[in-house]
């Protein structure tokens, strides 16, 4: 592609993320039109095939509402705890409405605070509360709150959570970090956990492994593994994948993220679109058998 064609992509791009036209456009010509931009090609509504078109196609078609509550990071935990039970819940230390009801007075030395409806902005993981800037965390938790999270990827489930700030105790193990495991199930099966390293140390590192605990070359990082590469096994994991498999039960498609605490067990989120079917660095060969494996359902209805 020739410069001046590269430039004029790039200030077409800067301005639809940027134009409130975007805002207003429906939702399937939104997602169209971001699909191109993110991953350079047409999105097939029709007939998808990869992984990140089937995520679209579900943004469109499978709107159930329980969707709502599971995506609510304050919600989630009445159904988790009527799911699978309250005993894989990390303790919750408050809910609120405005960063200004919180008393910082009363909450322990460490903490997470986030907001329930969106990916990360606002979120604050205090270590050492002595060290806090309160008027910061609280700038933070408010540019949170005014985020509309549905209206960046058209992701139905966030149109109508209720926008609130969570306070759970802060967790680690004993590395000083917290492993992520990311269960993929598609349509009740769960076929792989991808195992989220390093984070604590600004240096992560990502590997898939299936129920087995053998390796699946699904990234540039597990491809280039040597043979017989493997990570410790929690001794927890046919359990956390026993549970993975009953939160997916009737969803096409979700993403279970549980974390292993000192040997026990504990619910992170349940996630519809990662990346909100935009990941344009997904291997292609991925992205079709990611594909392949998600079923789904028949069409009701057009939006």
Request: net charge positive.
């Amino acid at each position: 592609m020739r410069f001046s064609s590269l430039f004029k992509l790039k200030v077409w791009k800067n301005w639809f993320l940027q134009s409130p036209m975007a805002v207003v456009l429906p939702d399937k010509t939104h997602i169209k039109m971001r699909f191109k931009l993110k991953m350079g090609k047409k999105l097939n509504l029709e007939n998808p095939q990869t992984f990140n078109e089937k995520l679209q196609w579900l943004k469109l078609y499978d709107r159930k509402p329980i969707y709502t509550t599971m995506v609510d990071k304050v919600a989630v935990r009445d159904y988790i705890t009527k799911t699978i039970g309250e005993e894989y819940l990390i303790p919750c230390l408050g809910v609120w409405d405005s960063p200004d009801d919180i008393d910082f007075d009363l909450l322990p030395e460490q903490f997470v605070l986030k907001c329930n409806h969106n990916s990360g902005l606002g979120m604050c993981i205090c270590k050492d509360k002595s060290k806090l800037n309160i008027e910061k965390i609280k700038k933070g938790l408010k540019k949170g709150l005014a985020q509309n999270y549905y209206l960046y990827g058209r992701e139905w489930p966030y149109k109508n959570v209720k926008p609130r700030i969570i306070a759970e105790q802060y967790m680690e193990d004993s590395s000083g970090g917290l492993i992520d495991y990311k269960f993929f199930c598609f349509n009740g099966t769960v076929d792989c956990v991808m195992v989220c390293i390093d984070r604590h140390i600004n240096d992560p590192k990502f590997y898939f492994f299936d129920s087995n605990w053998k390796l699946k070359r699904l990234n540039i990082r597990g491809k280039e593994a040597p043979e017989n590469f493997t990570l410790p096994m929690p001794e927890c994991m046919p359990r956390m994948f026993a549970l993975a498999k009953e939160l997916a039960k009737s969803h096409s498609f979700v993403r279970v993220d549980l974390y292993e605490c000192n040997g026990k067990i504990y619910f992170g989120e349940l996630t519809f679109f990662p990346d909100s079917g935009f990941d344009n660095k997904l291997l292609w060969e991925t992205d079709k058998y990611f594909g392949d494996a998600l079923i789904l359902p028949i069409k009701e209805k057009k939006i």
